[in-house]
């Protein structure tokens, strides 16, 4: 049954999945994925079926759409494929992907109106003025970037009952907590896929953004360690080994401890090593 739906929804974006690479002269950010790609190489990913069904099925309701995070236009390509019909703003803060791809989509479809914002997502949401019935956000994965995000959202929502799917949800927990026990929550949906997404809905009301505000912040000052300490700490070890034992040395542990040991500890440790 998987592989069905599977087979059904690459068939249905095959031809422009691959229209777009062409429009982007066959290149692509390697190592940064998207909907469609794991980022090592330009080739359909199955194992995020679920997160792009979710984004299809969520998203061909509606009319008009705000997303944060363009890239190559993948999660466009979805929507449009679910509503061809659709309007789509879109914000990136690089054009190199996003614009010809953006260009690419809106020859395919005709009916559809799309508009690329170039720029800031916090800066860009400022300036506008149209009303959107859902929002798309995978830009910046920084959790407070992601918070700035959904406030200036809120005021662009056409009505109380705001419709958001955020991408990459597991990098994103304290905004997750922070929604879920704000706001009454209307729609959940968590699907079980590769670098997963969420969607959810929720109502909108004064003391609720407080509430989501004021929360927000707080667990934010207690994750401030894992976000500023925690890469800090390990750069200095980095630099520790490199400057005490020297690069090539590490690399050789790492290598020795890799075809070595078996233990999950370890392996990480020799990954490491292996490619200080």
């Given amino acids: 049954m998987k592989k069905n739906k599977y087979l059904k929804f690459y068939k249905k974006i095959k031809k422009n999945f691959y229209g777009i690479y062409k429009a982007c002269d066959h ?12 980022g090592k190489s330009y080739k359909y990913d199955k194992a995020m079926l679920n997160k792009q069904l979710l984004l299809y ?77 859902f929002f798309h956000i995978d830009g910046d994965h920084k959790t407070i970037k992601i918070y700035k995000e959904i406030i200036q959202c809120t005021r662009l929502t056409k ?31 968590k699907p079980i896929s590769k670098s997963r997404n969420l969607y959810i809905e929720i109502i909108l009301n004064k003391k609720s953004i407080l509430k989501f505000k004021i929360l927000f912040y707080y667990l934010h000052f207690l994750d401030i360690p894992r976000i500023y300490v925690m890469p800090f700490s390990k750069l200095l070890i980095r630099k520790f080994l490199i400057l005490i034992f020297g690069k090539k040395i590490c690399n050789y542990f790492g290598k020795f401890i890799l075809d070595n040991f078996t233990n999950v500890f370890l392996i990480k440790f020799g990954k490491k090593l292996n490619n200080i």
């Fill in 159 to 189: 009505n109380k009952n705001m419709k958001i799917l955020f991408d990459d949800v597991d990098m994103m927990k304290s905004i997750e907590i922070s929604l879920l026990k704000s706001f009454k929550v209307k729609k959940y949906i």
């Fill in 57 to 133: 099925n969520t998203a061909k309701k509606h009319k008009d759409i705000l997303e944060i995070g363009v890239y190559m236009g993948h999660s466009i390509l979805i929507m449009l494929t679910s509503n061809p019909k659709m309007n789509v703003y879109g914000i990136d803060i690089d054009r190199k992907y996003a614009l010809p791809s953006i260009n690419y989509l809106q020859k395919k479809f005709p009916k559809s109106k799309l508009k690329f914002f170039e720029g800031d997502s916090i800066l860009m949401l400022k300036t506008l003025k149209k009303k959107f019935d």
């Fill in 27 to 38: 290149k692509f950010f390697y190592s940064c994925g998207s909907y469609l790609i794991n």
